[in-house]
């Protein structure tokens, strides 16, 4: 049973439609992250969340929102997307932030094709 | 720039063989990890190794740390084809987001 899972798995989206990706982790975790990952640019932090109703915003948040409304759940949220938001997108959940050594723990991404 | 880069970009080797990947930074770190992405997955963590750590072994697997150099690399020995995958390195410091680099490809052959 995995432990961070991600919906839908894929989705075709217009231009300057709404798109919500969701996650949902069951490792009791108190961080929660989203990136992206395009082709030559590895993975790229958009927002995270150490608290339920809480976000912060990483190093690419524009045209992203995030909502954490649990400790088990955290949405990626593209209100008009375009087409430079094709990606795969990955949530992933941990104890701590970075500086206390903790692993990250990835679901199996969603893969974001804009039209 | 990326702060943590790996190389080559790319490996081919067959199985049996060993490999090593090598990555660089260019911050001040607490930790590093190596992370394993194989297609269509996630990336899972095989490997943290922290600032006042020189090595680090998990089975097959062999991470060093030169914060002097601000490089690390990771090791595979008797490789499989399942070790076919991305492998990432990622750097810890003292904020709450961890730092991935681009990754390098590797393919192992029968």
């Known amino acids: 049973e995995a432990a961070v899972t991600q919906s839908p798995r894929s989705k075709v989206a217009v231009t300057g439609g709404k798109v919500t990706l969701s996650c949902h982790q069951t490792n009791n975790h108190d961080y929660m992250y989203w990136y992206r990952q395009d082709t030559g640019h590895g993975l790229r932090l958009i927002h995270y969340?150490?608290?339920?109703?809480?976000?912060e915003k990483g190093d690419i948040p524009d045209g992203y929102k995030a909502s954490r409304p649990s400790q088990e759940n955290f949405s990626l949220i593209l209100e008009l997307a375009s087409l430079s938001q094709t990606a795969v997108y990955f949530c992933?959940?941990?104890?701590?932030?970075?500086?206390?050594?903790?692993?990250?723990?990835f679901g199996p991404g969603t893969r974001l094709t804009v039209l | 720039s990326q702060l943590a880069e790996e190389n080559p970009w790319a490996l081919s080797v067959h199985e049996g063989e060993s490999v090593t990947v090598n990555c660089s930074y260019k911050?001040?770190?607490?930790?590093l990890q190596w992370y394993r992405q194989k297609s269509g997955e996630g990336p899972a963590q095989l490997i943290l190794i922290r600032s006042n750590e020189r090595e680090k072994r998990n089975g097959r697997l062999r991470a060093t740390l030169d914060t002097s150099s601000q490089s690390s690399s990771l090791s595979i020995t008797a490789t499989r084809c399942e070790d076919t995958a991305v492998y990432f390195c990622?750097?810890?410091?003292?904020?709450?987001?961890?730092?991935f680099g681009t990754g390098t490809r590797l393919q192992v052959s029968p």
């Open positions: 969340s150490y608290v339920a109703d809480s976000t």
């Open positions: 992933a959940s941990s104890d701590w932030g970075g500086n206390n050594y903790a692993e990250q723990f």
């Open positions: 911050t001040s770190i607490t930790a």
């Open positions: 990622a750097t810890l410091a003292n904020t709450d987001k961890v730092v």
